[in-house]
């Protein structure tokens, strides 16, 4: 049980076009999921919180314009990065958690390459 | 502001002897210690996590430790194997108020030799 699966699992994409990366969980309701970025050999760096049916709350530093988040159902999140320029390649991963949970299971993350 | 320390960053051991990984939180109003194992190229896994209201938890050859009063917690694996190599992050949260995010340490890599 709690799996949690993102598409796609990597992309490239050219600078200036925009990038959306699902996540999804597969046998849960995840009323809140979180938004992480990972750059090689370092930490986890959490980008927003997105709770369903409301706006995400972003971390300072991170641009809410730039990475728009949507959490419409209880088992889908999309990030959408707007204007992907090369800074913005990263490997993106996303995390659920159902209500009243504690536990965050993550997904498999994407590798986002912007040329 | 929330912080996690960990130590070492990097931790080469001998296949069957024991590794163990030490984190240190600030927030005294932590109370939910997960530990996640990431492999290379892959999102991270659970593989153990305590509450503040414990003081040790076992999972076969996994063992966690928490001291609440000086804010330690670590992690033990005996028996190690080369498919225990990758590296691993602890975590510290408040589950209350609605604040509950992770707080991430910056992770050691674990290698493994056979």
């Known amino acids: 049980g709690a799996v949690v699966s993102q598409h796609p699992s990597w992309v490239i994409c050219k600078s200036g076009t925009s990038v959306k990366i699902e996540c999804r969980s597969l046998?849960?309701?995840?009323?809140?999921m979180f938004w992480y970025r990972q750059f090689p050999k370092q930490s986890l760096m959490l980008m927003a919180t997105?709770?369903?049916?409301?706006?995400?709350?972003?971390e300072q530093g991170v641009e809410k314009d730039k990475f728009l988040i949507n959490h419409a159902s209880l088992t889908l999140s999309t990030l959408t990065v707007t204007s992907a320029h090369p800074e913005d390649s990263s490997f993106y991963i996303c995390?659920?958690?159902?209500?009243?949970?504690?536990?965050?299971?993550f997904g498999p993350g994407t590798r986002l390459l912007v040329l | 502001g929330e912080n996690v320390e960990q130590h070492p960053s990097t931790l080469s051991v001998q296949e069957g002897d024991s590794a163990v990984i030490k984190c240190t939180y600030s927030?005294?109003?932590?109370?939910?210690f997960p530990w996640y194992k990431q492999e290379l190229g892959k999102g991270p896994q659970l593989i153990i996590d305590?509450?503040?209201?414990?003081g040790e938890k076992k999972d076969q050859r996994i063992a966690v430790t928490l001291n609440k009063t000086a804010k330690h917690f670590s992690l033990h694996i005996t028996e190690t194997q080369p498919e225990d190599s990758a590296v691993y992050f602890c975590?510290?949260?408040?589950?209350?108020?609605?604040?509950?995010?992770?707080?991430f340490g910056a992770g050691t890599r674990l290698a493994v030799h056979p």
């Open positions: 997105s709770n369903e049916g409301s706006k995400a709350t972003y």
């Open positions: 305590i509450r503040s209201n414990v």
């Open positions: 927030d005294s109003a932590s109370n939910y």
């Open positions: 046998d849960f309701q995840a009323t809140t």
């Open positions: 995390s659920a958690r159902s209500l009243g949970g504690e536990t965050q299971y």
């Open positions: 975590a510290a949260s408040r589950s209350s108020g609605g604040y509950n995010k992770l707080i």
